[in-house]
């Protein structure tokens, strides 16, 4: 079946300018996150959407970034005014069942999107 | 709040030999413990969990063990090839944390020399 896919694969823009990613999840995947990871580094934890409960945006590191998740399946990541320092890849992933659920919790994750600002 | 780290950062191993990866947690309360493998250019991929119930699992040629005591867990790669390259995570989830927190290692690259 279709995994999560997101679009575009690859960014580059001007410092300064806005950008949007998008996600399609799994279908019916109740739980959706987004990470950061930069170069080298580990996955940084952004948002998280679970069904209709409001989103976990304890992970964004600044207001000039947002999260939507519409109808809850697609989702979009936008990044206002973009820095130098959001060059970075931002994966998104989705699962059936969120963590702390007996049910079966693995994140399913797409392959990412390269944001480089210039 | 929950911490996992990973060690090593990288790792070198000849093909055939055996490769473990350590992680320790900071939270009590964790339950699930999984282990993702990146490829290049790819996302993570699950590629075997554990739960606080089980001491140790396998899976072929991969194998998690858990000390929850000590609030270790490892990865054990035997007899290894060249398509395990790649970057590992492990992570420690939590029932009493938020519910969005899985928390990931740092990562451990893994090379698999000929």
């Known amino acids: 079946g279709a995994g999560v896919s997101q679009s575009p694969s690859n960014k580059v823009t001007e410092k300064g300018k806005d950008v949007e990613l998008r996600c399609d999840p799994i279908?019916?995947?109740?739980?959706l996150y987004w990470y950061r990871q930069s170069l080298g580094q580990g996955l940084e934890f952004l948002i998280y959407?679970?069904?209709?409960?409001?989103?976990?945006k304890s992970g964004l590191p600044s207001d000039r970034f947002s999260a939507e998740r519409t109808g809850g399946s697609v989702s979009t990541l936008t990044i206002q005014r973009t820095q130098q320092e959001d060059s970075a890849v931002y994966l998104c992933?989705?699962?059936?069942?969120?963590?702390?659920?007996?049910?079966?919790?693995?994140?399913?994750f797409g392959p990412g999107t390269r944001l480089t600002v210039l | 709040g929950e911490n996992v780290e990973q060690h090593p950062s990288t790792l070198s191993v000849q093909e055939g030999d055996s490769a473990v990866i350590k992680c320790t947690y900071s939270d009590s309360a964790s339950n699930y413990f999984p282990w993702y493998k990146q490829e290049l250019g790819k996302g993570p991929q699950l590629i075997i969990d554990i739960r606080s119930n089980v001491g140790e699992k396998k899976d072929q040629r991969i194998a998690v063990t858990l000390n929850k005591t000590a609030k270790h867990f490892s990865l054990h790669i035997t007899e290894t090839q060249p398509e395990d390259s790649a970057v590992y995570f492990c992570a420690a989830s939590s029932p009493y944390s938020s519910a969005s927190k899985i928390i990931f290692g740092s990562g451990t690259r893994l090379s698999i020399r000929p």
């Open positions: 992933a989705s699962s059936l069942f969120p963590p702390g659920t007996s049910g079966k919790h693995e994140q399913f």
């Open positions: 959407f679970q069904g209709n409960s409001a989103p976990d």
């Open positions: 279908s019916g995947h109740t739980a």
